[in-house]
């Protein structure tokens, strides 16, 4: 079983940043995929990236690439996504979910799921 918190959600402006966090409990973090999503008020939810358990192992979705960075430390059992130029279009309740998976960008190989952290981008 794995528990997941995202923290770092928040105001922010237009072409600003933002860092969200998930916590992991559990002994065995790094034998999990990583991935964050995230779902816009009246939208699906959508895949942003995902980190394999090699860190070098990573996928962003296209509206997010060159913008976004998912990263991992197995050490502290978190992964973060590093958030700039931010968009308005990037408001969303954002997700970190863990896989047991080495790898995956599908939602539905997810195992475990955050409560999730909401970000609000102003124009």
């Known amino acids: 079983q794995v528990q997941l918190v995202e923290s770092g959600g928040g105001l922010v402006q237009a072409g600003g940043s933002l860092r969200l966090s998930c916590a992991a409990s559990?002994?065995?973090?790094?034998?999990?995929?990583m991935g964050w999503f995230r779902q816009a008020p009246g939208k699906e939810r959508e895949f942003v990236a995902a980190?394999?358990?090699?860190?070098?192992?990573?996928y962003y979705a296209d509206s997010v690439k060159g913008r976004f960075t998912i990263s991992r430390d197995n050490a502290k059992n978190t992964v973060n996504l590093q958030m700039n130029s931010l968009k308005p279009d990037d408001t969303a309740v954002y997700y970190c979910?863990?896989?047991?998976?080495?790898?995956?960008?599908?939602?539905?190989?997810?195992?475990?799921w955050g409560q999730g952290t909401e970000v609000t981008v102003s124009s």
């Open positions: 979910a863990a896989s047991r998976l080495s790898f995956t960008t599908h939602d539905s190989n997810y195992d475990y």
């Open positions: 559990g002994r065995t973090f790094s034998s999990y995929a």
């Open positions: 980190i394999g358990w090699s860190p070098a192992n990573t």
